[in-house]
Structure formats: structure tokens, C-alpha cells
């Protein structure tokens, strides 16, 4: 399966951009990367995903390296409301039976 | 256009007992997954259902099992409850089958179980 790794947690101040990488070195040729925010107590909400380059919609960029083993979710000018958990998922390819796997997460802490 | 949404919000059941948490997908998907998540750590996929029949598995003992029903809304059984089984339990419903290409799944609030 493949698995993700992501910081544990990252601290940043208001206006600045946050940077959040994942590992998944055992990415299979078919799987999206996909990433998804979750605040406490509601289920996780869709973000952005790609599956190489670059991808930007109106509230993040994705950035995955030509052998996808990695990606970087950048949120530009965070605020506080951004304080969140942020999960990086890879899967859902045949390959791997349609599983998904969702990594440890990434407790983002904006502050003022 | 109505949301996931998930029943009952809270739930409290003994060791042993057996319990069904329901899952209403939003309106036009035809794909129900379900996510184990415990405190503090990321959800973990249990199954996806589409068009009635599974079609993906998580690594999670045969006492859970799940239903879609034709009109898409889901369940999931869980028998033989452990304390272990104490998480928050989201449905996600999505248009088409989870593949590399998967359509963004829409997540409901969850159900908080808890096992004593």
C-alpha cells in the first residue's frame, strides 16, 4: 500500500504561506495525491489533488516532482481559520485493491 | 442539493453488543465509502461500496460489514463490539469508483462511537 508521511505538526502566523509535504514513495502509477482538510468534529473536506506538476484552484497549490514519490500542498497567506488538520491521501488504483490510505496528518496552528 | 449526512451523532454500547450507523449520500453519487477514525489519529478506510456490492476493503476483521441499498444510502454493522472499536466513523459518498482518477469524496459529519 502506499503509505504517506507528514510532519506531525507546523506552526505559522497570519498573511504567511505554508508549505506541507508528503512522503509516499510507494506510490502506485495510477494513484491521484489528493489532499483534504478536517476541523475538529466534522469529517474531512476535499482540497486539491493532481497526479504530477503543478495544480492551483482558489485556495492551494500542489506540487508533485516528476517521480511523485513526494508532494507540497502550499496554502498562500493563511488565517486563522486555516488552523486545521491536513491529510495527505494517495490510492484508490486498482493496483491496491481500491484502498485508501490516509497519512497521520499534519496539525497546522495559525497564529496571530 | 443535500449534503452526507450520518445517523445517530453519538452512540454508547457495551463490550460484545452489535451496532448500525447509517450514511445518506449526497444527492446523484453512487459510491459510499467508510473511515474508521480514532482520536487523534487520520481516518482509515474500512470499504467502499458501489452500486450495492463492495468493491475495496481495508484491512478490518469480517465483523464489519456494510450495505448500500438502491437508492445509494449505506450502512455499516459492526458485531462483537471492542473497546477498540471507540473512534468517530465517517461516511463519504463520491461519484464512480475510487481508481487512481478518483472523484472528490464528500465526507459527512460522522458518527462518535464509544464502547464500554
Known amino acids: 500500500l502506499a503509505k504517506t508521511t507528514q510532519p506531525i505538526s507546523m506552526d505559522s502566523y497570519e498573511g504567511q504561506e505554508v508549505n506541507i509535504t508528503c512522503s509516499h514513495n510507494n506510490i502506485a502509477t495510477n494513484d491521484y495525491i489528493t489532499w483534504y482538510q478536517q476541523f475538529p468534529s466534522q469529517g474531512p473536506r476535499f482540497i486539491i489533488q493532481g497526479y504530477k506538476t503543478k495544480v492551483t484552484n482558489e485556495v492551494a497549490s500542489l506540487f508533485i516532482p516528476a517521480d511523485r514519490k513526494s508532494s507540497t500542498l502550499s496554502l498562500p497567506r493563511v488565517s486563522l481559520s486555516d488552523t486545521a488538520v491536513y491529510y495527505c491521501l494517495v490510492g484508490g488504483g486498482e493496483e491496491y485493491g481500491n484502498k485508501l490510505v490516509f497519512g497521520a496528518g499534519t496539525i497546522l496552528r495559525v497564529k496571530s | 442539493e443535500t449534503g452526507v449526512t450520518q445517523s445517530p451523532t453519538h452512540l454508547i454500547k457495551t463490550r460484545g453488543q452489535q451496532v448500525t450507523l447509517r450514511c445518506s449520500s449526497q444527492s446523484g453519487h453512487n459510491t459510499v465509502s467508510w473511515y474508521q477514525q480514532a482520536l487523534g489519529q487520520g481516518p482509515q478506510f474500512i470499504f467502499q461500496?458501489?452500486?450495492?456490492?463492495?468493491?475495496g476493503r481495508g484491512n478490518f476483521p469480517p465483523r464489519f460489514s456494510g450495505l448500500q441499498f438502491p437508492n445509494y444510502s449505506s450502512e455499516l454493522n459492526v458485531n462483537a463490539l471492542e473497546l477498540d472499536d471507540s473512534a468517530l466513523y465517517l461516511c463519504?459518498?463520491?461519484?464512480?469508483?475510487?481508481?487512481?482518477?478518483?472523484?472528490?469524496?464528500?465526507f459527512g459529519p460522522g458518527t462518535r462511537l464509544t464502547v464500554l
Open positions: 461500496y458501489y452500486r450495492e456490492e463492495e468493491n
Open positions: 463519504a459518498s463520491s461519484w464512480g469508483v475510487l481508481s487512481g482518477n478518483y472523484n472528490e469524496q464528500f
